[in-house]
């Protein structure tokens, strides 16, 4: 046996309890012990959430203050926008924006959210990065700001159109928040920070509690009739059927945001002729692609057959060609398109809707049409 | 009739030299909702353990074996147009194919039900 074999135990969430005594299986994701699904399953839970309201567990997420030295907010702004492409001086108060902490190549470290909450900047990023993020931001920002990670909150996202009526008698204030919308809330009296956001293109929150109020929230949120626990499994294929990026799938080291089809979260004033345009690693790539287009692009894929064409397939541009010309970074079954679902990367002069490309699929060339996302309509209130 | 198992969890029912194929009960949840199965094609020449069809779920594909040697005689149509019978179903409507017996000798390998329900125990 070889030293690589020795295995971390894995992480729990404040919620571990509570995933247990609703029969969550359970399944190591990013070094914690987390709930794959329940006993309804991936389709009826992904059903659920489009039709009524889905809790999910997302406290494996990193949470982080970037509370700036000066007092000043605008200095913290500043400071991170050395580290991402998007504009964050701009980002008004209690509003949240996403953003991409980009390398030198152009390419993705980690995808995060970032909200305005006055007199600091309240940060949300990937589990598997979160440690690298952290040490990142000390690396580059320290002269600036104050960094400090939240390991004592839990996050719980509540998503679908009945979120909004099961989470106002909880806390009356969030009925009036607008999508992007971001800031402290009470929530049955606790202290909370709440987002209307999501990531599974139904309206929705994400509400960051203290750890040791969490399991209270959790549990008064279930027993809603509207409300039932969801896995990671249903997470995934929201997320896809959303036409929404996963870290480690549809971004990378390697991938540009441009390449991502993530030019629309590049704000005006980062761009070549902006106010403060440039200034972040990578930026000559990315300011060059926005300006020419990108050598290869993120699709949607469409099957025509009913077989699910999954991560990893590779892309051919004609039925017989040796060589392939993409892949498919995320793909499956939609169950509320009730049809195969993908994503994934081609040539920039086969990016375009209605081009017929071929998957392989276990040795067979299965044709896949480009096509717009998302899959679905999202439903976020605007 | 006489219905045997794999440790892989599928059930073979004999009649005669033909054997029909499915996947048992235990098997369709582990797997969860079925989305799709890609069945083989009549007279294609299996050997034991080879992948015979694929079943796939919400998440994953999972491929289904050939639990014994032989040629497949017909396969169940029905599956194509609804997979869900593999969850519905599992025992009788959501069978796979039917696979010509070419050595009855390797059936002897396979479990009875009490030996199966042990194994899945």
New interface residues.
């Given amino acids: 046996m070889s030293s690589s074999s020795v295995e971390h135990p894995l992480k729990r969430t404040p919620l571990y309890a509570l995933h247990l005594a609703r029969g969550g299986k359970m399944v190591p994701f990013a070094g914690y012990d987390m709930p ?2 329940y006993a309804p ?4 839970e ?1 059903l659920h959430t489009r039709a009524a309201a889905g809790l999910f567990d997302v406290s494996h997420m990193g949470q982080l203050r970037l509370r700036p030295k000066s007092g000043k907010l605008e200095d913290a702004a500043r400071a991170l926008e050395r580290l991402v492409p998007q504009d964050i001086v701009g980002i008004a108060l209690h509003r949240q924006r996403y953003a991409q902490f980009t390398n030198e190549r152009g390419g993705v470290l980690d995808d995060l959210m970032v909200a305005n909450f006055g007199d600091h900047l309240f940060l949300v990023v990937n589990a598997a990065c979160k440690d690298d993020d952290e040490a990142h931001l000390r690396a580059h920002l320290s002269d600036t700001c104050e960094i400090e990670s939240l390991p004592d909150r839990a996050l719980i996202a509540l998503q679908g159109p009945k979120a909004a009526d099961v989470l106002a008698p909880l806390s009356p204030a969030t009925a009036a928040l607008r999508f992007m919308n971001a800031g402290p809330q009470q929530v049955m009296g606790i202290a909370c920070y709440v987002s209307r956001s999501g990531y599974t293109g139904e309206d929705g929150f994400e509400i960051s509690v203290p750890a040791d109020k969490a399991e209270a929230l959790a549990t008064a949120l279930l027993d809603h009739n509207d409300v039932l626990p969801i896995g990671l ?1 249903a997470r ?2 929201l997320r896809l059927e959303a036409g929404l990026c996963l870290y480690g799938h549809e971004l990378d080291v390697a991938t540009t945001p441009v390449e991502a089809a993530l030019e629309w979260s590049i704000q005006k004033a980062r761009r070549t002729g902006g106010a403060r345009a440039g200034g972040f690693p990578g930026a000559d790539v990315i300011l060059k692609q926005l300006a020419h287009g990108a050598p290869r692009r993120r699709v949607g894929l469409l099957a025509d057959g ?3 064409v ?1 991560e990893g397939a590779q892309l051919f541009v004609e039925q017989d060609d040796p060589a392939a010309a993409g892949y498919v970074s995320s793909g ?2 939609g ?1 509320s398109k009730i049809a ?1 679902v993908a994503m994934g990367y081609l040539p920039a002069a086969f990016a375009t809707e209605g081009t017929t490309v071929f998957a392989d699929v ?1 040795g067979q060339r299965l044709p896949m049409r480009v096509a717009p996302m998302p899959f679905i309509t999202n439903t976020y209130k605007r | 009739m006489t219905t045997l198992f794999t440790s892989d969890h599928e059930w073979l029912k004999i009649d005669g030299d033909v054997a029909t194929v499915g996947i048992t009960d235990y098997a369709q949840t582990q797997l969860g909702d079925v989305v799709f199965v890609e069945l083989p094609k009549v007279g294609k020449q299996l050997k034991k353990a080879d992948a015979a069809a694929v079943v796939e779920s919400v998440k994953a594909a999972s491929d289904v074996y050939a639990p014994i040697t032989g040629e497949i005689v017909a396969i169940n149509d029905a599956l194509a147009a609804e997979p869900s019978l593999v969850n519905s179903d599992p025992g009788e409507g959501a069978w796979f194919f039917k696979i010509k017996i070419a050595d009855k000798s390797e059936l002897d390998g396979l479990m009875d039900e009490a030996a199966y329900k042990a194994h899945t125990a």
């Avoid at chain 1, 399953?41 to 009826?44: A, E, P, Q, R």
């Fill in positions: 794959v699904q399953g991936v389709l009826k992904h499994g995934d294929s009913r077989a699910p999954r499956g079954f169950p195969p276990r």
